[in-house]
């Protein structure tokens, strides 16, 4: 049972215009959320985090927003550009017995920005 | 010197080898992670030591054997592996405190492929 999704696989966006990365989670003892760049050949690369006691958390161009009524959060890249194509992956933390070190999950999206 | 580092970034063994992958963090973490990245799947976690204790096994088969000397190095060996284990395997560091939450660090993976 996946308890992290990002249900686009992939996502296409022009150079400058705004990326919008979507992830669901089902268990609601998640209380810290992270996403994460990957490049071909490289690892994960950490890039933005929230707390479960925040709603927004902005750094330079990127953005995460929580809504935990919906068990939804998103990443916001503005302007997007040539060089953030990559796949980009939800995680959270938390869960059953509270492990504030276990990271959970999802698929990931592959996100092209085409110049 | 990168963060994570791991040796070897490839590896082809046969299904009656013995081998073993090494990663290195130069991050000061007290916590290191194996995970797991099968094609069409999350990363799956399949062991997590905290100063140098196992403290998670999550489900993995015996054929897989973390060691973790000291805080700065962990080891997945391997035997008798099978097609199916064919995946990138990507160790990770972090700080783990009392209450309070930290990403993980990644290193580049080793891309395993067993025939």
């Known amino acids: 049972d996946q308890q992290v999704k990002q249900n686009s696989p992939s996502l296409s966006v022009q150079e400058g215009r705004i990326s919008i990365l979507n992830c669901d989670y089902t268990?609601?003892?998640?209380?810290?959320f992270l996403w994460y760049k990957k490049y071909p050949a490289e690892g994960p690369t950490f890039l933005i985090s929230?707390?479960?006691?925040?709603d927004k958390n902005e750094d330079g161009r990127f953005t995460v927003f929580l809504n935990k009524s919906a068990k939804h959060l998103s990443l916001h890249i503005v302007p997007s550009q040539p060089g953030d194509s990559a796949v980009y992956f939800c995680a959270a933390q938390g869960g059953r017995g509270g492990s504030n070190y276990k990271l959970t999950f999802g698929k990931g999206t592959l996100l092209t920005v085409n110049p | 010197e990168t963060g994570v580092t791991q040796t070897p970034r490839h590896l082809v063994m046969g299904m009656t080898n013995k081998k073993s992958l090494k990663c290195e963090q130069h991050l000061g973490h007290n916590a290191m992670y194996w995970y797991k990245q099968s094609a069409k799947k999350p990363l799956e976690l399949m062991f997590v030591y905290s100063l140098e204790e196992r403290v998670e096994n999550n489900s993995v088969p015996s054929r897989f054997s973390p060691e973790c000397p000291n805080s700065s190095h962990l080891f997945l060996h391997l035997h008798t592996l099978q097609p199916e284990d064919s995946a990138l395997y990507l160790c990770a560091s972090s700080h783990i405190t009392g209450g309070g939450h930290s990403p993980l660090h990644f290193g580049n993976g080793t891309r395993l492929t067993v025939t």
């Open positions: 268990n609601s003892m998640f209380d810290y």
């Open positions: 929230i707390s479960s006691i925040k």
